[in-house]
């Protein structure tokens, strides 16, 4: 009886704690486009929900009414048909999927990684003379690579942004298929090699934020994590400065060597980069010698 009494308490209080530990981030993000996919996840989970509680409400209530021991509650058995009632249960579903599909077919536009932002934030419109910020991102085995063109610098699982500046991400992968998720920024997008996606998004609050591989790809799949940081302008022009600062030039036979197999990797970063070496990346013949896909057909890339 004893351990009945503590398998119990541990059923109940167990995965409270679990929960405890989760910091619930797509539910808190700090990017105005994974807060529009996050306000999309409540309007679904709650006109859903229309229908849900009623249903589990109405199945309580009738399995108290009719319970064994209540003599009083009168069975109908050869009631068989309600118009009024069959107008409710097909009308309120019919409806909520009406609204449901619209809200779904207008966020997919809006919310297209493709398409560039119209907005910071709720309340505050991208102006015009603004530049989003160009990453290329590349996912390896099992690591990923981030090219800052317009600073000419590089890094390995490490990523920054100003708040408040859009950021358009240009990805691909070296090898197998992958997925580039930070979930406080926005939603995830498929790395492939030989192709390239875009994401656009825009990071809201200062503060430092995890990205992950979303896709399984191999043996070092767990380790392959990142770092985002969201820094103020002046916090971003020093995090440029100190990678400008760093050692050595990501060329092709730098890439080369980074582009084998390794687990958990640091943060590594070098000062200047072969200014065509994404397109050698997306068009895979960064060997020497090797055609490029462009020579052989049309870009894969939107």
């Known amino acids: 009886m004893r351990h009945n009494k503590v398998l119990k308490i541990m059923l109940g209080v167990g995965p409270?704690?679990?929960?405890?530990?989760?910091?619930?981030?797509?539910?808190?993000?700090?990017?105005?486009?994974?807060?529009?996919?996050?306000?999309?996840?409540?309007?679904?989970?709650?006109?859903?929900?229309?229908?849900?509680l009623p249903v589990i409400v109405a199945t309580i209530?009738?399995?108290?009414?009719?319970?064994?021991?209540?003599?009083?509650?009168r069975y109908d058995a050869d009631w068989d048909h309600s118009t009024r009632l069959e107008l409710m249960i097909w009308s309120v579903p019919l409806l909520i999927i009406?609204?449901?599909?619209?809200?779904?077919?207008?966020?997919?536009?809006?919310?297209?990684?493709?398409?560039?932002?119209?907005?910071?934030?709720?309340?505050?419109?991208?102006?015009?003379?603004?530049?989003?910020?160009?990453?290329?991102?590349?996912?390896?085995?099992?690591?990923?690579?981030?090219?800052?063109?317009?600073?000419?610098?590089?890094?390995?699982?490490?990523?920054?942004?100003?708040?408040?500046?859009?950021?358009r991400f240009k990805i691909t992968a070296s090898s197998v298929m992958n997925s580039f998720f930070i979930p406080a920024l926005a939603g995830q997008i498929y790395a492939m090699p030989g192709m390239q996606t875009m994401l656009h998004a825009v990071i809201n609050a200062p503060g430092e934020y995890?990205?992950?591989?979303?896709?399984?790809?191999?043996?070092?799949?767990?380790?392959?994590?990142?770092?985002?940081?969201?820094?103020?302008?002046?916090?971003?022009e020093a995090w440029v400065e100190k990678n400008r600062a760093a050692a050595g030039v990501l060329d092709r036979a730098a890439y080369l060597e980074l582009?084998?197999?390794?687990?958990?990797?640091?943060?590594?970063?070098?000062?200047a980069i072969d200014p065509d070496l994404y397109r050698l990346i997306l068009n895979r013949c960064v060997r020497p010698g090797s055609t490029c896909m462009s020579d052989l057909m049309p870009p894969m890339e939107k």
């Open 210 to 236: 995890g990205g992950m591989s979303a896709n399984y790809s191999g043996a070092g799949f767990s380790g392959m994590h990142f770092r985002f940081h969201g820094l103020d302008q002046s916090g971003f």
């Open 98 to 167: 009406i609204v449901l599909g619209s809200i779904t077919w207008v966020s997919t536009h809006l919310l297209d990684p493709y398409r560039p932002l119209s907005r910071i934030s709720a309340d505050k419109p991208l102006a015009a003379s603004i530049e989003p910020l160009t990453v290329e991102v590349v996912a390896l085995d099992w690591k990923w690579l981030f090219i800052y063109p317009e600073y000419g610098f590089a890094t390995v699982n490490e990523l920054a942004a100003p708040v408040d500046r859009p950021i």
């Open 16 to 52: 409270a704690l679990l929960l405890g530990g989760c910091d619930a981030v797509l539910l808190n993000p700090s990017g105005d486009v994974a807060l529009q996919q996050r306000n999309l996840i409540y309007a679904a989970t709650g006109l859903m929900l229309i229908v849900i």
């Open 61 to 73: 209530l009738f399995a108290w009414r009719y319970r064994a021991a209540n003599r009083k509650a």
């Open 259 to 271: 582009e084998k197999p390794s687990e958990n990797d640091p943060v590594r970063r070098w000062g």
